[in-house]
Each structure stands twice: as structure tokens, then as C-alpha cells.
């Protein structure tokens, strides 16, 4: 099963943080083409099981 979490920041490391943290679970991650606002988002595609 997969699950995608959609993660706001401001700085890339903040964005390294949580990177970081969900590294163990993460299948996939990319950037999404356009800021929205004073956010930069990335989407993070995980495994998780059952």
C-alpha cells in the first residue's frame, strides 16, 4: 500500500528535515512545479504496511 503526503515549506531545510525523518519509508519524492504563496511544496510518495 502507498501513501502520498503533500508537505508545505519555506527553506530546504526545512524540507531536508522532514526528508530526513520519513527516510526509512519513503518510496519517492518531487517538487511541484509552482510555489503557492510564500510555500514551496513536495509530494512524498511512502510505503506503508498493512
Known sequence: MSVIIK??????TEL???LT?????IKEWHKANEKKG?????????????
Open 7 to 12: 508537505v508545505s515549506y519555506e527553506t530546504d
Open 16 to 18: 531536508k528535515t522532514v
Open 21 to 25: 525523518l520519513l527516510d526509512p519509508i
Open 38 to 50: 510564500k510555500y514551496e511544496r513536495v509530494y512524498i510518495k511512502t510505503n506503508v504496511r498493512k
